[in-house]
Antibody, heavy 119, light 108 residues
Framework: QVQLVESGGGLVKPGGSLRLSCAAS????????MSWIRQAPGKGLEWVSY????????YYADSVKGRFTISRDNAKNSLYLQMNSLRAEDTAVYYC????????????WGQGTLVTVSS | SYVLTQPPSVSVAPGKTARITCGGN??????VHWYQQKPGQAPVLVIY???DRPSGIPERFSGSNSGNTATLTISRVEAGDEADYYC???????????FGTGTKVTVL
């Protein structure tokens, strides 16, 4: 069965860095676009970034552009999010989710990992 | 960028019908997907491409989309349907997905 398992969240000070990982299993990872989607405490869903199946196409939300970097390793069935210059407003649960391509629905989501940015 | 507006809350009695709207400029020309999120859990896809249901989603869940409003309809509401619901579209002008503001469904 399809599984997406995020890791790497935690408490970090403003200005600090964190790297999130998402381990995929149960499907052909290299066939799917992957996204990071976050949810601040008590708030709605906010798309953060996506990467195409080959890694050749990448997009970021304006709120994280220049600070976050998405990448993937298809040989390791893994998705990553390098987060630099973290701010308090980046505090959220970060989910990885898969989609067949850019305009298709997110049919599977991981359970999420919590990132807290606080001094 | 493209904006999707949902009512913050909808209340419905068990056995009745809940309708959750998602408003956006000419949303009828886009494909709308709907997600259910229960407290402490990840979102789950319940409707895709306006009205299709993934396997395992009850027939009580249905969707429609026309003009400036898409609608998720939950028939014969059960206590287990209590959750937050989000609509989502692809914004072709910015080439990224957009989520609605979310609607909390309360079963009375």
């Amino acid at each position: 069965q399809v599984q997406l398992v995020e890791s790497g969240g935690g408490l970090v000070k403003p200005g600090g860095s964190l790297r999130l990982s998402c381990a995929a299993s149960g499907f052909t990872f290299s066939d799917y676009y992957m996204s990071w989607i976050r949810q601040a405490p008590g708030k709605g869903l906010e798309w953060v970034s996506y990467i195409s199946s080959s890694g050749s196409t990448i997009y970021y939300a304006d709120s994280v552009k220049g600070r976050f970097t998405i990448s993937r390793d298809n040989a390791k069935n893994s998705l990553y999010l390098q987060m630099n210059s973290l701010r308090a407003e980046d505090t959220a649960v970060y989910y990885c989710a898969r989609a067949k391509s850019g305009g298709t629905p997110f049919d599977y989501w991981g359970q999420g990992t919590l990132v807290t940015v606080s001094s | 960028s493209y904006v999707l507006t949902q009512p913050p809350s909808v209340s419905v009695a068990p056995g009745k019908t809940a309708r959750i709207t998602c408003g956006g400029n000419n949303i009828g020309s886009k494909s709308v997907h709907w997600y259910q999120q229960k407290p402490g859990q990840a979102p789950v896809l319940v409707i895709y491409y306006d009205s299709d249901r993934p396997s395992g989603i009850p027939e009580r869940f249905s969707g429609s989309n026309s003009g400036n409003t898409a609608t998720l309809t939950i028939s014969r509401v059960e206590a287990g349907d209590e959750a937050d619901y989000y609509c989502q579209v692809w914004d072709s002008s910015s080439d990224h997905p957009v989520f609605g503001t979310g609607t909390k469904v309360t079963v009375l």
